[in-house]
């Protein structure tokens, strides 16, 4: 069984997972959150004991808001430790894509305050930090489908303005972080990687309208 943890999104979530499926997923509505209630009630929903034996943890590292992002990977290290199993990062841009099935996407993360980062595939190392409406004005390949955790009302529109979207909830994202961990440990493949560093992204400047992932430890 893989923990997957995301604190990326605005709704931190839990879910325990097994065979590239979500047996139990925990929410919260914010942060900061009880990451260590999120075990409890996922461990929970499925039946089995807290201690139950895990194959690893698997975590989203950003980019996204400092304060959960930081504390989320700092719960996962903490809980591998524990349980004696490795810890897996997967960047937020990779697990959105592979919940979207989408093959690749613009990809879209909150970033708090109505804003959002935007990667675009064709620049890999760059992560754009944009309003809502800067999003969908913005010059972006016309030919990929937007993914991200996006409401209702900024799916509407993005559509309206002829973007293709796919929208990606907490629990599909999980179950996505699950498979890319599975694959990482099974198979040595894939975007998620052993160990967990933070992407973080500083404000967009007028002197460098975009900024780039810059990885800490």
Known sequence: MIAALNTSFE?????????????????????????????????RETGLAPDAALEGVVVATGPGRFGSL??????AKGLALARR???????????????????????????????????????????????ADKVVQADLPADLPVAGPVDAN????????GRQVRRVNGEVALEALVRLAEWRLREGQGPASLGAQPVY???ATRARPWVRGIPHG
Request: proline share 8%; glycine share 10%; aromatic share 6%.
């Open 11 to 43: 709704a931190p979530a839990l879910g325990i997972g097994r065979d590239g499926e979500l047996l139990s997923v925990a929410c919260a509505p914010g942060w900061p959150a009880d990451l260590a209630d999120l075990v409890t009630r996922a461990f």
């Open 154 to 161: 900024f799916a509407e529109a993005l559509a309206e303005s």
């Open 70 to 75: 930081r504390g989320g990977i700092a719960f």
């Open 201 to 203: 992204a500083a404000p």
């Open 85 to 131: 199993v490795p810890l897996l990062g997967v960047p937020t841009a990779a697990v959105v894509v592979e919940a979207a099935r989408a093959g690749d996407a613009v990809v879209v993360s909150p970033a708090g305050r109505g804003r959002w980062y935007v990667a675009a595939p064709s620049e890999a190392d760059r992560i754009q930090l944009m309003d």
